[in-house]
């Protein structure tokens, strides 16, 4: 999940956007994003390890579902993500949600939750990324992403995102790193494999009186290739692109206080489809 650069405070009256407000004395020093390469965030750093490393190509849009209900042909078909009464699974492996349901629906769970575990902060520390990459990885898929992710997330990527080498903030600020789901597409569907699109905000950054890299979210697509395994879904191979992204808000951005706060105090969720 690469980090957005914010917008400058030209250009909008002629373009009908709208911009994000800065808090006033906010701590994090004012500091806007520009465009700082240093400033990629996990998601990013594993697509680009699975697409180089696993040599994966990037997945066609599957089903070519030309249908639609009333009859028009510039609207594309949808299949909404609505709730089905089916309950979120209720069992974890290392706090990793495992046990989805053989089915469409289970797919789609399987898919939104994997993109929660792997854009967290867990990712960051070394044991914790093995542990989240073989539990939601097939085996063989795990073997050969290991060391791959191990060069990734060097020390001297850790240092650029704030951390030291074993992931951790520096004493007083809060490494904010956080997957969210919006919606889920089945893009493909068999008993044994299934492709899953999952669209969700990221949120990224150093929350802390010093930060030089405030937290900000990003809009992405993450696709997941899954196999049924061992009696659950696990991802084969995923890719990612950019968006689709709503035009920003004129919301006025918290200050680090607030956010380290908000990061303490709201949890996750378990998504069900």
Do not use: C
Request: glycine share 12%; proline share 4%.
């Amino acid at each position: 999940m690469s980090l957005g650069d914010e917008h400058g405070s030209g250009g909008y009256a002629d373009t009908g956007q709208t911009r994000t407000r800065l808090p006033e004395g906010d701590p994090y020093g004012g500091a806007r994003r520009g465009g700082r390469s240093s400033s990629r965030s996990l998601i990013t750093v594993v697509g680009v390890v699975v697409i180089l490393i696993a040599a994966i190509a990037f997945a066609n849009r599957g089903g070519d579902d030309a249908s639609s209900t009333d009859g028009t042909t510039d609207k594309p078909a949808t299949s909404a993500t609505a709730a089905s009464g089916t309950r979120p699974v209720e069992s974890k492996a290392g706090g990793i949600p495992t046990g989805f349901a053989h089915s469409r629906q289970g797919a789609e769970s399987a898919a939104a939750n994997y993109a929660v575990v792997l854009g967290s902060t867990g990712m960051f520390n070394k044991n914790d990324r093995h542990r989240i990459v073989d539990g939601i990885y097939t085996s063989a898929a795990a073997a050969k992403l290991q060391s791959a992710m191990d060069a990734a997330y060097s020390a001297s990527f850790l240092g650029k995102m704030g951390l030291d080498s074993k992931g951790n903030p520096p004493q007083g600020s809060t490494f904010v790193s956080r997957t969210v789901p919006v919606g889920t597409k089945v893009e493909q569907f068999s008993g044994s494999t299934t492709k899953v699109s999952v669209w969700y905000m990221g949120l990224i950054g150093m929350s802390s009186a010093n930060s030089t890299d405030p937290v900000s979210s990003t809009w992405k697509t993450w696709t997941f290739d899954l196999q049924w395994a061992d009696g659950d879904w696990k991802i084969t191979t995923d890719t990612q692109k950019d968006g689709p992204a709503p035009v920003p808000g004129d919301d006025k951005a918290a200050s680090s206080d607030e956010i380290s706060k908000a990061i303490e105090e709201y949890g996750g969720f378990t998504y069900a489809r």
